[in-house]
């Protein structure tokens, strides 16, 4: 994976996560992500269930006022990324 793309980081994280049975919010978003992101190329662990509902009520326990900010945030971050994934490749 290239790191130099946007939300890489969070990506590699959730994998990671994933594969440690971690349900953290880098972990949820990679699920929301997983079909896509094993469409190309990469080596994604078994998803979260209901990876959008789990990912919102991750950042809703951090801070519910701003969870829905945040939500749309990532998922920018992720489309980001998947998106510059075949061109970093």
């Known amino acids: 994976m290239d790191e130099g793309l946007p939300g890489a980081e969070l990506v590699r994280e959730g994998i990671e996560d994933l ?17 896509r ?10 998803a979260l269930p209901e990876p ?4 919102y009520e991750a950042l809703s326990r951090d801070d519910a006022d701003a969870a829905h900010g ?14 510059a994934l075949p061109c970093g490749s």
């Open 19 to 35: 594969r440690r049975g971690r349900r953290t919010v880098p972990a949820w978003l990679v699920s929301i992500g997983a079909p």
């Open 37 to 46: 992101l094993r469409r190309a190329g990469l080596d994604v662990p078994e």
């Open 70 to 83: 945040r939500y749309n945030a990532l998922l920018r971050r992720l489309v980001s990324f998947e998106r």
């Open 52 to 55: 959008e509902h789990g990912l």
